[in-house]
């Protein structure tokens, strides 16, 4: 078991930054891929961005590569995503999960955190 925590949500004009931090407890984090995903209102759920457990590889999806970066410290238990350039379209709840592989699909994730809400302002 892993618990989840996301924090660093908040409101932003459109062309500002927020950073995403997800704290990780339980068993031990290294041996968890990450992965970021969001749900806008009246929308499925979406993948943002993984991460592998050695931090060798990353994913991110069309929408936000280039200006989102995902990133661990497997030495804190944490797993960040730093998003530049925020435009409108990337208000949403963004969660954090958890797996044993890296994965991109929001069906292969076992554990999630309860969100946090992103909102940007035109």
Known sequence: ???LVESGGGLVQAGGSLRLSCAASGRT????AMGWFRQAP??????????SRSVSTTYYSDSVKGRFTISR???????????????????????????????????AYNY?????????SS
């Open 29 to 32: 984090f290294s041996s968890y």
């Open 1 to 3: 078991q892993v618990q």
């Open 112 to 120: 999630w955190g309860q969100g946090t809400q992103v909102t940007v």
């Open 73 to 107: 410290d497997n030495a804190k238990n944490t797993v960040y995503l730093q998003m530049n350039s925020l435009k409108p379209e990337d208000t949403a709840v963004y969660y954090c999960a958890a797996r044993l592989a890296v994965a991109v699909t929001t069906n």
């Open 42 to 51: 009246g929308k499925e759920r979406e993948f943002v961005a993984a991460i």
